[in-house]
């Protein structure tokens, strides 16, 4: 009996705090108070939804340009300065549980000239055929081919960003000189070492860090220029590139006496680590319209209440108990929380499907690296959203739901 009376009694204030939200005034469906606080929540929880989404599209874009040039892991030896076995060191990292292929590399600064222009360059010596299972480079030349094995005459290939080969003034089938500063040395001090490269093609990620300053050639030609005597690292490639992390300290604790490991989000921890706080922080900030929603929802509370008093009193002679009066007013606030958030979630799934689908808010790839302004929908984000401006709603509550339910049935009936 007991649960029946408790069943009853929630019903029942439901059913008061529905009648006061959809209670007509003047013709008009909701009162205009009402309705501005759950306008307020509806354009909060949308530009709340949408900006996150526009957060993790960028986040994304920037994952997937970082991974276009680099490995998901990347191993160094960890008493070496080179490796000077690698495809035994590429058979023992491949036994990782989660690894899934593995290449080669030699990283070396290098300065390079063409007929027009010269520059300090960063250069990874890679097999071609190794590298693109593990970064995927290969999909990102755009100009030329991705090659860099000798010509009939010896030299080799070399594949530069977008950005160097303009200020090389360079285009595929063109040399460039690759100057080593681990040269000759002769009686009158040290001669850099000179080869003479092929442009194979041009590639672009759209990052500048690598699109002005990386040039890739084989891993002969950088062994022979730089004298490493064996290759700088391997790359790695995971089954899952967010569980890149998770496999990186497996390989550091099984081969802890010779290799270090480190994963991606490692190695681009200062930039990932910005986003992620930039996206806090815009929460934050666009939280700020659910707050001014939630006290437009205490005032029109306060408003119903004192609207409301002589009901009040007359639920209170019928036995109602202060804890029922107060949770009708928590309840009428609650679905306005509640109904401006199922509304909010529509309308900001629907900007980020318009912008998806018809590219609305475009960008100058120049300037931003992408054409158009990247949205991802994430259910996370959705709810996490949802629960705040829910949250928010219910605390707006509290105050007016107190206040209507310590209202004296003496004063308010003798009124």
């Not at 689908?357 to 996370?380: C, G, H, K, M, W």
Request: charged share 20%; with cysteine.
């Amino acid at each position: 009996m007991l649960i029946k009376h408790r069943d009853v009694r929630v019903r029942f204030e439901w059913f008061i705090a529905r009648r006061y939200l959809m209670a007509r005034k003047k013709g008009a469906f909701i009162s205009l108070n009402t309705a501005f606080s759950i306008g307020g929540v509806v354009i909060g929880v949308a530009a709340l939804v949408f900006v996150m989404s526009m957060m993790n599209g960028f986040e994304t874009e920037m994952r997937t340009r970082i991974l276009g040039v680099t490995s998901h892991i990347t191993v160094f030896p960890r008493f070496e300065t080179h490796l000077a076995e690698p495809d035994s060191a590429m058979v023992e990292l491949l036994t990782v549980e989660g690894v899934t292929a593995a290449a080669p590399f030699i990283y070396y600064k290098a300065a390079v000239a063409s007929d027009a222009a010269g520059d300090g360059i960063v250069v990874r010596g890679i097999d071609t055929e190794l590298e693109n299972a593990v970064t995927g480079l290969g999909d990102n030349v755009f100009s030329g081919y991705f090659d860099v094995s000798p010509n009939e005459e010896g030299e080799g290939g070399i594949i530069v960003g977008k950005m160097l080969a303009q200020r090389l003034d360079v285009i595929p089938g063109d040399n460039l000189v690759l100057f080593s500063l681990k040269g000759e040395k002769l009686r009158a001090g040290v001669q850099p070492k000179v080869k003479k490269f092929e442009v194979r093609g041009i590639f672009e990620v759209g990052m500048y860090e690598y699109d002005a300053s990386m040039a890739y050639i084989s891993i002969p030609d950088a062994a022979s220029l730089f004298k490493t005597g064996g290759v700088t690292g391997i790359h790695l490639r995971t089954f899952d590139v967010m569980s890149a992390d998770v496999i990186a300290e497996r390989v550091n604790e099984k081969y802890s006496d010779k290799y270090d490991a480190v994963d991606w989000k490692q190695m681009n921890s200062n930039l990932f680590s910005w986003m992620r706080l930039e996206k806090i922080g815009m929460f934050i900030a666009l939280s700020l319209i659910i707050t001014v929603a939630a006290f437009n929802i205490i005032s029109t509370l306060v408003m119903i209440v004192m609207e409301k008093r002589h009901e009040i009193g007359i639920l209170k002679t019928m036995g109602s108990i202060p804890k029922s009066i107060a949770r009708i007013f928590m309840g009428l606030g609650t679905i306005v929380g509640i109904l401006g958030c199922a509304l909010g979630w529509g309308l900001g799934y629907f900007l980020c499907w318009l912008q998806i689908e018809f590219e609305i808010v475009a960008l100058d790839p120049e300037i931003y690296f992408i054409s158009r302004l990247p949205v991802e929908i994430r259910l996370f984000d959705f709810m996490i959203v949802g629960a705040a401006a829910i949250i928010l709603c219910f605390l707006a509550t509290i105050y007016p739901a107190v206040r209507a339910s310590r209202l004296s049935v003496v004063r308010v009936l003798r009124r």
